[in-house]
T-cell receptor, first 116, second 111 residues
Framework: GAVVSQHPSRVICKSGTSVKIECRSLDFQATTMFWYRQFPKQSLMLMATSNEGSKATYEQGVEKDKFLINHASLTLSTLTVTSAHPEDSSFYIC????????????FGSGTRLTVV | TQLLEQSPQFLSIQEGENLTVYCNSSSVFSSLQWYRQEPGEGPVLLVTVVTGGEVKKLKRLTFQFGDARKDSSLHITAAQPGDTGLYLCAGDSQGAQKLVFGQGTRLTINP
């Protein structure tokens, strides 16, 4: 079945630095990738949708300059949290959607970001 | 904005009991998916329902999609401690081209 690899699984960074999270579709081409944020004991909140080769579409209330999304290829999307602050600490999850038989949503295993 | 109301948000029952989780919306979805998520991991797909009135079974889990494709339910028979986890419903709107999640149900099955 379709597999999505998300890296790193955990990261601790200092306040003010930037962190990049990668999301790769391993065995299918992901025409669309999604980035979610999940706070403790809560559901997934969609941050943005990215289509390969296009600018990401951000959900209302999500700062596009803080959460930079790049989807330069059909198998890779990255989320960069810029100038991270403790309130950016969260669980970030990506999802990839292909076409045809791979149309369904496949989720990565998530990245736990802690900003100290 | 399409919203999915999932209930209950917390449920703690004894092993062997039955339970139902509901997912409701005023919007129509082209499909609805149920996921289970373990702490520190991404959601894992349990089932996708597409047709109004569709019923799918996965061992002791029964999933139903409403006739109007606005609501869905997850029924677990004879719950076991291994069923403990966070269950999420998510609706796929082809028009919006994205997945909308319900609030989740944190299920605890006590031995």
């Amino acid at each position: 079945g379709a597999v999505v690899s998300q890296h790193p699984s955990r990261v601790i960074c200092k306040s003010g630095t930037s962190v990049k999270i990668e999301c790769r579709s391993l065995d299918f081409q992901a025409t669309t990738m999604f980035w979610y944020r999940q706070f403790p004991k809560q559901s997934l909140m969609l941050m943005a949708t990215s289509n390969e080769g296009s600018k990401a579409t951000y959900e209302q209330g999500v700062e596009k300059d803080k959460f930079l999304i790049n989807h330069a290829s059909l198998t890779l999307s990255t989320l960069t949290v810029t100038s991270a602050h403790p309130e950016d600490s969260s669980f970030y999850i990506c999802s990839a959607r292909g076409t045809g038989l791979n149309y369904g949503y496949t989720f990565g295993s998530g990245t736990r970001l802690t900003v100290v | 904005t399409q919203l999915l109301e999932q209930s209950p948000q917390f449920l703690s029952i004894q092993e062997g009991e039955n339970l139902t989780v509901y997912c409701n919306s005023s919007s129509v979805f082209s499909s609805l998916q149920w996921y289970r998520q373990e702490p520190g991991e991404g959601p894992v797909l349990l089932v996708t329902v597409v047709t109004g009135g569709e019923v799918k079974k996965l061992k002791r889990l029964t999933f139903q999609f409403g006739d109007a494709r606005k609501d869905s339910s997850l029924h677990i028979t004879a719950a076991q401690p291994g069923d403990t986890g966070l269950y999420l419903c998510a609706g796929d709107s082809q028009g919006a081209q994205k997945l909308v999640f319900g609030q989740g149900t944190r299920l605890t099955i006590n031995p």
